[in-house]
């Protein structure tokens, strides 16, 4: 049925491009499997428990629009990233650019600050971001501020004194931080001129939610959706992908009005990672089907380094459990399979054992190399000797069986 998967020239020049996010999934992958699905079954309802940019519920829309989409990530720049991408933006969007152009001639830059703003940016650049925040800030249509928003989110990470090479937040050296060319407003100007034109669909079927999906996911009720597809974190939210930490510095700049934001997000640049998915220590697992499946790992891997696989299951049996109460038909999942300890966590085939064990027939896995810039090949040293990390991703399906 699903064909090859590989997808290796595919660039984002569609909407998936709008913004950028750490760790999306390949839009055409998404979307040949959710093809496939929706041409098989009646489906009225995809959800995706951790839709980061949006990838996946946009497929979904644009191929069947009336499908009712719900989504839920912790990260209140995914959520607004998201929330762009299948909300659209409105018919005066060109009037609106005009005003946004008009705006950025006329104002000043205001006191705006915040912890450590003149540690990642630059005295120049802080003055281009607060003349484009505040000129967002005039425009009265919220669904269009929100795109600005989105837009202005990729340029405030590439003009600001961290490195592009990795999701954290790491300082440039002080010649880099100087080379830099201030073309800010410009290129921000231009891209939301350029995106326009990728807006072709939207949805009002739509229900995105910025929590824990742990915490969401007791509120749905049983089999409340037909298709669950999702690529949840794979245990390193504080190691390699930092999803919160990436978003901070856009988090602080843009208009918190136009935020779902709780407050807490930006205590510390670690505040979103440490409330994700295995983010911070609860405790041991208490499930006893998830403890056989992970124990061959752990008795490899140095008492240290336990802790840090425990914590990430023990929220990812949980989210199972409630992934599989509340979904009716299938279970698409994208996954990897990360090295602790010199050790392979075959992330993949435990999850589709807890799958076909909580009723979840698999019915298809393939795979993919992933090619990633920023997640360096060799991540790190144990016993002096370099670890591979993650280099492939696996998509598996699961279908209800009663
Ligand atoms: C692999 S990314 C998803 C990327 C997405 N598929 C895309 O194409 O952009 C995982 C997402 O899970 C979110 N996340 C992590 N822990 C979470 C939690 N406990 N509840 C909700 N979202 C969470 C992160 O913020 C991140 O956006």
């Not at 597809?229 to 794979?234: A, D, E, G, Q, V």
């Not at 929220?315 to 199972?320: T, V």
């Not at 993949?348 to 920023?374: A, G, M, V, W």
Request: aromatic letters at 10%; glycine letters at 4%; proline letters at 3%.
């Amino acid at each position: 049925m699903i064909g090859d998967i590989s997808f290796r020239d595919y660039k984002k020049n569609d909407i998936h491009g709008l913004a950028l996010y750490p760790a999306t999934m390949v839009a055409p992958v998404q979307n040949i499997i959710l093809q496939e699905l929706l041409k098989t079954e009646q489906i009225s309802s995809v959800f995706d428990p951790f839709h980061g940019s949006g990838t996946a519920l946009y497929e979904a829309l644009e191929l069947s629009p009336d499908i009712k989409l719900i989504g839920c990530d912790i990260n209140p720049l995914a959520h607004l990233i998201t929330l762009v991408k299948l909300q659209g933006i409105t018919k005066n969007i060109t009037k609106d650019i005009l005003e946004l152009k008009g705006n950025l001639n006329t104002v000043e830059a205001d006191d705006f600050s915040f912890p450590n703003m003149n540690k990642w940016f630059r005295p120049d650049i802080t003055e281009s971001i607060k003349k484009v925040r505040q000129s967002i800030i005039l425009i009265k249509s919220k669904k269009n501020r929100l795109y600005f928003w989105s837009i202005l989110s990729t340029f405030i990470r590439k003009y600001s004194n961290t490195r592009s090479s990795t999701y954290k937040l790491h300082s440039k050296d002080t010649e880099a931080i100087e080379r830099m060319k201030n073309t800010l407003i410009n290129d921000f100007l231009s891209s939301v001129e350029d995106n326009v034109s990728k807006f072709t669909i939207s949805s009002s079927n739509i229900k995105l939610y910025k929590n824990d999906v742990l915490n969401q996911l007791t509120k749905f009720k049983e089999k409340t959706v037909d298709l669950s597809i999702s690529s949840p974190p794979y245990g390193d939210n504080a190691t390699t992908v930092p999803y919160g930490q990436f978003s901070s510095l856009a988090l602080h700049w843009i208009d918190k009005k136009d935020l779902v934001f709780d407050g807490w997000e930006l205590d510390n640049y670690s505040s979103i990672d440490r409330r994700s998915l295995g983010g911070n220590y609860k405790g041991l697992i208490d499930n006893e089907k998830g403890n056989l499946l992970i124990k061959p790992y752990l008795e490899k891997i140095s008492t240290s380094k336990q802790k840090k696989v425990i914590c990430f299951f023990k929220d990812y049996f949980i989210f199972l459990d409630e992934l599989c109460r509340v979904t009716n038909k299938y279970i698409v999942l994208t996954l990897g399979n990360r090295t602790v300890d010199g050790i392979n966590i075959n992330l993949t085939s435990i999850t589709q054992e807890y799958l076909e064990y909580k009723n979840f027939k698999n019915i298809h896995k393939s795979n993919r190399d992933i090619p990633n810039k920023r997640i360096p090949r060799l991540t790190s040293k144990v016993n002096n000797k370099s670890v591979l990390s993650m280099n492939k991703e696996y998509v598996i399906i699961h279908r209800r069986i009663n």
